[in-house]
């Protein structure tokens, strides 16, 4: 499956502290296809920035990975490969 522009929602309006926004992203995609790079496609559309959060809820097994934005660029936002939370 690919990225799906309406899986994505700001958690946080505001940086949290000034520093960093939180996102949840939900999909049926591997923890290291979120992971790819660019893989976000229109993160600078979106306001997305390196340091950001991104929480990902896989909607097939309910299993919950938090990622760090590494990179930003106009072909999108590579995540960090992602804790799992059991």
Do not use: C, Q
């Amino acid at each position: 499956m690919a990225y799906n522009r309406d899986n994505l929602v700001t958690v946080s309006f505001e940086p949290l502290g000034g520093d960093f926004k939180m996102w949840r992203y939900a999909s049926t995609d591997a923890t290291a296809t979120v992971a790819g790079a660019g893989y976000i496609a229109d993160a600078l559309k979106m306001g997305m920035k390196v340091g950001d959060i991104v929480i990902v809820s896989k909607t097939d097994t309910n299993a919950i990975t938090f990622h760090r934005v590494t990179a930003v660029s106009g072909a999108g936002a590579t995540l960090s490969a992602g804790l799992s939370i059991t």
